[in-house]
Structures are given as C-alpha cells and as structure tokens.
C-alpha cells in the first residue's frame, strides 16, 4: 500500500456509526467489525477518491495536536492490515 | 451468522444490547431437506406476523441496538411483502441479509429487493451434483434454478455468500462445491457441517459423516484455500467443524441472550432458532415489548452468566469461551438443558457423543431414506 493507493470500502461493505455500541462499526455479509476510535476516524474519510496522502492530510488537519510524522505511521500501518483483512481494498 | 469481530477491548458489564435480529418471517418453503432447523412441530404455527407487526418489531430491535438482520424462514421469499420489509430495514439502518434457498427468486424480483435497499443475499447449494441436490430438498427442479438465480444475484452487483450444508452424503464432494461456488463468484462460502437440531436431529444417524470424512474435507478446504490466494481470488472460505467430532463445545451464538434475538413466525422470541425445542416458556412480541423481553424476561435470562453453570462448567477456566456449549444441544441430548453440553470431553455424558457416532457408522441409508421435512411429517411427528 503506498501513498498513491485510493482506498475504498469493499462493495456491499457499510461503514456506520452505531449509538448502542459507542463506535464505528464496519458491516459486511452477516458480521460486523467494532472499530476502535482512530480506526472509524480514518475509515470515515475513505470515499474511493482520495488516496492515502489525501487522506493523511485531512487527518492531520483535523487531529492537529497529534506528532504528524506518528499519524502518517499509523494511518498506513492501518491500511495495511485493512487490506490485509479484507476490509478495504484499492486500485 | 453471530461473526462479530471486536478490535475494541473492554465492553460494559451487565447485559448489552442486541447486536443481530433473525427474522424468521414463515416457516413454509417448497423445499424438504432433512436437516431443516426449522422445528419438528412447524406445521402448528400457521398464525404468521403481518407486514405491520413485523415492521413494529425492526423498529423496537433497531432502537435496541440491533443492526444486522436476516431474513429467513422457512423460504423468506414466500412472504410477498418481504420487499416492503427490506425497504423499512434498510431505512431504518439495518444492514439487511437475505437468506434464502433461491427458490422463488426471479431477476424481476432480486430488481426490486436491490432497489428496496437489500444488502446482501445468502444462497444454500444442497450439492455441487443436481442428483444429490434434488434427493436432498425433495425437488428435482430446484437446483437449476438455484445456479441461475446465483449467477443473476453476482451480476446484480449484491455481495453474495454460498451456504452449503455439510453432510455424509454431499461431504466427499466437497472439491466440487467448493469449484461451483468459485464458478459462481461466491465472495465467501460457508461450508456448514450439519448441526444436529430440529429434523437433522431426527435424522442424524443417516447424516453424521465420520471423522476420516471430515479430516479429508478439511484438507481439501485448506488446498483451495491456498489455491484461491495464489490467484488473487477474494472467496472466503468458512468451515465450520461439525461439534460431534470436537473436544469442546462451540460458544453457541456468542452466549445466551448476548448478542443474538430470533423471532419466529408467530412472534415468539428466541435466543436462537432452535431454542423452541426446549422444554421452556418463551415470550411473544404480541404479549411484551423486545426490551422488557430481552432484559427482563426469565427464558432470556435463564442461561445468561455463569451462576447456572453445572460442574464441570462452574469450575472450568474456559466457561467464559464457551459458556459451557448449547443448551438446546444439551437438552435433545441429556434431557437437561442446563447440563454441560455433552460434545465437551469433559462432561460427564460426552458418551452420548460417542454412541452417537458408532449408531451413525452402523446407518446405511440412502439420502431418500431419511424422513423429508414437510408440512405432513410434522403433523405425523407432532399429534396432538
């Protein structure tokens, strides 16, 4: 996954904010994954248009008080594994 | 169908919400495959939830927390409303799955579901042979049109899961079914050993595979499975290990009354599809609301924790992984739903597993020797 990768959700795949759960939850065929807070603020912004430095962009604006250089690291270490669960995939 | 990850860690105490609602909207279907989990006495419920009265049931679950819902039965696709159901889902939040035997789906049909707002829908495949299949659900015609109404479902653009059950007759062929759902762009395939409820607990002995058939199986589900990913090819494959042969019992949905509510077709609330076997009350969504029923009634409340727990469960360092097995299993097999579920090598009744196995390898019945699930069976079964 590098920065020019355009991530997106896999189709039929639903991204959601559940109230009675306190988080992010990613739904997909018959399960769910319960996101942590930094993994449903970055999967908030994955709209299959701007790739990963877009998005690393957009997170350190809003998340300003955090080390840019710590966000870049965790954004992509996050991808990586999504990808690798099958959450997401890219072009 | 309770698959739910969490990457969060901690959780509330007490009891949480509803995750998943089944709604079971019928129990008639045109097909008869003997390991059906629908219960024996089906036949009795024929007083059906209305449109209205299931639509009142979505909005209290999703109020509740729930957020996957399945539509089930029986065949789902019987109800002529369940277009009108999946619209209100959908608008409401659910992430809304379809789960039917393809019978009774049409292109029209699959059309209006999707602009209903459907998300997904779940095909079962009784075989990857259409002689097996068509002694398995008692239809000669219905295989054909299952692969038809697959192949339309992928091109409609719907995530689409394949649901195979496995047993001692369709097992050794798992190679091929596993090549047709591959074939029919199955994004993930639930190889589902048959577990033994409802008529698959009538007819277990005459479908219980043996081990030697069930280590094969797993074997070649390993093979494709490196064989998919050396093609890049994104089908998940799920194999779920038949319980008889295990050592511990499955965490049976996650726990009683933890994350999963069925309602069956005449209103009444589970904690799982088969719980109806039990020898207990449970309560109807015509008589109370979901919520008291979920958090207050005594059936839901019954097997929740551990305090009900029997020895060897009570002191047993994995009682919270488990939650000592599943009670409707204990039950059909003990006559006691609060016992140890007998698959764990350390219940005190695990012979029973045992006995079971050694009837099964003495049955050599064919698959139309085993009694078909239909609506004339389950009058015979159930006088009275």
Not at chain 2, 225 to 233: D, T, W
Request: proline fraction near 5%; glycine fraction near 8%; charged fraction near 25%.
């Amino acid at each position: 996954m590098n920065a020019l990768a355009v991530p997106s959700l896999r189709p039929g795949w639903r991204l959601q904010w559940e109230e009675a759960q306190g988080c992010h939850v990613l739904l997909y065929p018959e399960g769910m994954v319960q996101l942590n807070d930094s993994a449903g603020a970055i999967l908030s912004l994955v709209d299959g248009e701007r790739d990963v430095a877009a998005l690393i962009d957009e997170l350190t604006r809003r998340y300003p008080d955090a080390s840019s250089d710590e966000l870049a690291q965790d954004v992509i270490e996050f991808f990586v594994d999504a990808l690798q669960q099958g959450w997401i995939h890219h072009d | 169908m309770t698959d739910v990850v969490r990457s969060r860690t901690g959780g509330a105490s007490g009891i949480g919400p509803p995750l998943w609602l089944l709604a079971e909207l019928t129990y008639r279907c045109p097909l008869q495959c003997p390991y059906c989990s629908n219960p024996l006495d089906f036949a009795r419920y024929r007083d059906e939830l209305d449109t209205d009265a299931w639509i009142d049931v979505m909005r209290q679950a999703r109020a509740m927390g729930a957020v996957q819902l399945g539509f089930s039965g029986g065949e789902p696709l019987v109800r002529r409303d369940l277009e009108a159901l999946v619209d209100e889902a959908r608008r409401l939040g659910f992430y809304t799955n379809l789960i039917t035997s393809g019978v009774g789906l049409t292109t029209a049909r699959i059309d209006a579901l999707r602009d209903a707002g459907l998300d997904h829908i779940q095909i079962s495949l009784q075989a990857a042979d259409a002689e097996v299949a068509a002694a398995v659900a008692g239809s000669a015609k219905a295989y054909a049109g299952k692969l038809a109404m697959a192949r339309a479902v992928k091109s409609a653009g719907y995530p689409m899961v394949l649901n195979v059950v496995l047993h001692r007759h369709n097992i050794d062929d798992i190679d091929r079914v596993i090549a047709l759902c591959d074939e029919l762009g199955a994004d993930a395939v639930e190889l589902a050993s048959c577990q033994y409820y409802g008529w698959a607990r009538l007819n277990r002995a005459g479908l219980l595979p043996s081990r030697a058939q069930v280590e094969r199986a797993e074997a070649v589900t390993r093979e494709w499975r490196e064989r998919l990913a050396a093609r890049g090819r994104n089908m998940r494959l799920l194999f779920v290990v038949p319980d008889y042969h295990a050592e511990r019992p499955k965490a049976c949905m996650g726990g009683w009354g933890a994350i999963f509510m069925t309602v069956a077709p005449d209103g009444t609330v589970l904690p799982c599809h088969s719980a109806r076997e039990l020898p207990m009350p449970f309560p109807s969504v015509r008589d109370a609301s979901l919520k008291e029923i979920w958090y207050a009634s005594d059936a839901f409340n019954r097997f929740r924790g551990d305090a009900w727990m029997p020895e060897p469960c009570r002191g047993c360092s994995e009682r919270h992984q488990d939650h000592g097995g599943c009670r409707c299993q204990a039950y059909l097999l003990t006559g006691d739903a609060a016992a140890t579920d007998p698959v764990c090598s350390k219940s005190p009744r695990h012979e029973l597993i045992v006995q079971a196995l050694d009837e099964s390898s003495a049955d050599h019945r064919e698959v139309e020797g085993l009694i078909s699930r239909h609506a004339r069976n389950s009058r015979i079964l159930c006088r009275g």
